[in-house]
């Protein structure tokens, strides 16, 4: 910018909105550039922004660092096992020595209110769910899920030690 000599009328002349006005090609350039600078800007944010603003489903399970030696007194127990069959891998669910098929949605149903019987009868509302790495994450979150609506409060997954 060429400096400005104390006359007002070319102070006036020298400011940015003269001088990038709509003849001049600077100006132009800007205004045609300022709705794709703001896209660029915002979709920017949502990427930056949108893992904090999405709900995804689960529950959420704050390990312990050292070793797991925690444990439950005696108390509910089932066992999952998993099952070879025809129609392919299935996996029961053994609670008061009875087999539950958690493919089939009548015996969810029965398990969740064998649970709730159960669950009135104790003392403490927990149930300890024995596991292996064989059983698929869904089938316990299954057992898991209907333990809660059945009125546990706590549940302690276990699995057989190496």
């Known amino acids: 910018m060429r400096p400005l000599k ?3 009328g070319k102070w006036r002349s020298e400011t940015l909105r003269h001088r990038f006005s709509r003849g001049g090609w600077g100006g132009r350039a800007l205004f045609a550039a300022a709705p794709w600078l703001t896209l660029v ?5 949502l990427l930056v922004v949108g893992d904090y603003i999405l709900l995804r489903p689960g529950m959420v399970f704050d390990l312990p660092r050292a070793p797991f030696r925690e444990g439950m007194q005696y108390g509910l127990t089932a066992v ?5 069959r025809a129609g392919g891998p299935q996996t029961l669910v053994f609670f008061d020595d009875e087999p539950f098929d958690l493919g089939v949605a009548a015996r969810q149903e029965q398990l969740a ?3 709730r019987n159960r ?3 104790e003392a403490r509302r927990e ?3 024995l596991a292996d790495r064989r059983i698929p994450h869904g089938d316990v979150m299954t057992v898991v899920n ?3 609506e059945a009125g546990v409060s706590r ?3 276990s699995t057989k030690p190496d």
């Open 6 to 8: 104390g006359h007002w």
């Open 41 to 45: 800007l915002l979709a920017g944010m």
């Open 80 to 84: 999952m096992i998993p099952v070879a």
């Open 113 to 115: 209110v064998r649970i």
């Open 119 to 121: 669950v009135a009868l």
């Open 127 to 129: 149930i300890l769910l």
């Open 146 to 148: 209907l333990a809660r």
């Open 155 to 157: 549940v302690n997954v």
